[in-house]
């Protein structure tokens, strides 16, 4: 989670409570100091969390202030709550999470925190909605939130007990286009769209493109799992 709380994990946190999963929030100040096999075997990242380096954080309020007001905020906190601040960085927060997965941990991250960690973990998959090497802009593009309809490998563990056709909610996910070594180097889809007009309900500008890009995937990395 972030500081002061978001919406994806907050409705993560309660599927969680809803079928009774044992579980602990943690923050990027906990997870930089490392040794997180010690403590997890999953690690679950909502939508947003894992935010791109190159753009603003989405969520975490203060994130932006100065140093001086930061240092202020700090010091007016209550002890048991100054392990929530800060922010995800490559060097310390990312570093983390891959010598757990590494070290034979599973590593959940849905919607925009899944494209990147699987770039920082070199996973050979990268952005189907791209055109001539630019993202499609919003007028060849543009899904806000319907629903479309998934193949999935009900064969795949990770699907199992699904059925071979899903209806799933899109919201400006991210479509992943794995390489042509995936399947040599420990990545496989799971769930992925098999038509130019996989739209189920609401409207999809440009659905076309979706046809072939895959929507869930699973990776070995070293001992362990990326989903």
């Known amino acids: 989670d972030v500081h002061g709380g978001a919406m994806t994990p907050g409705w993560t946190r309660w599927i969680l409570d809803k079928f009774g999963f044992a579980y602990e929030v943690t ?21 947003g969390v894992l935010p791109d380096p190159n753009r603003p954080a989405r969520f975490g309020r203060g994130a932006d202030y100065p140093a001086a007001a930061n240092d202020s905020i700090e010091a007016s906190l209550p002890p048991e709550y100054r392990d929530e601040r800060g922010r995800v960085t490559p060097e310390k927060t990312l570093a983390a999470i ?14 925009g925190s899944a494209p990147t960690l699987a770039s920082y973990l070199g996973l ?32 795949a563990p990770l699907a199992a007990g699904m059925p071979s056709q899903v209806d799933v909610f899109f919201d400006n996910s991210p479509v992943f286009a794995l390489a042509s070594d995936a399947a040599a180097r420990g990545v496989k889809r799971i769930a ?36």
């Not at 923050?27 to 939508?47: H, K, S, T």
């Not at 891959?98 to 590593?107: H, L, M």
């Not at 952005?127 to 007028?139: A, I, M």
Request: glycine share 12%; proline share 8%.
């Open 124 to 155: 050979p998959v990268g952005d189907q909605l791209v055109e001539n090497g630019e993202p499609l802009p919003r007028t060849k593009f543009f899904i806000p939130g319907s629903l479309l309809r998934a193949t999935v490998d009900s064969t």
């Open 27 to 47: 923050f990027p100040p906990r997870i930089d100091r490392g040794n997180l096999n010690a403590r997890y075997d999953v690690m679950v990242f909502p939508n």
């Open 192 to 227: 992925w769209y098999s038509s130019t007009a996989p739209l189920r309900s609401g409207w999809a500008w440009g659905q076309q493109y979706l046809d072939g890009g895959t929507a869930a995937v699973e990776a070995t990395v070293g001992k362990g799992k990326v989903f």
């Open 98 to 111: 891959k010598q757990f997965v590494e070290n034979g941990g599973t590593a959940i991250a849905i919607g």
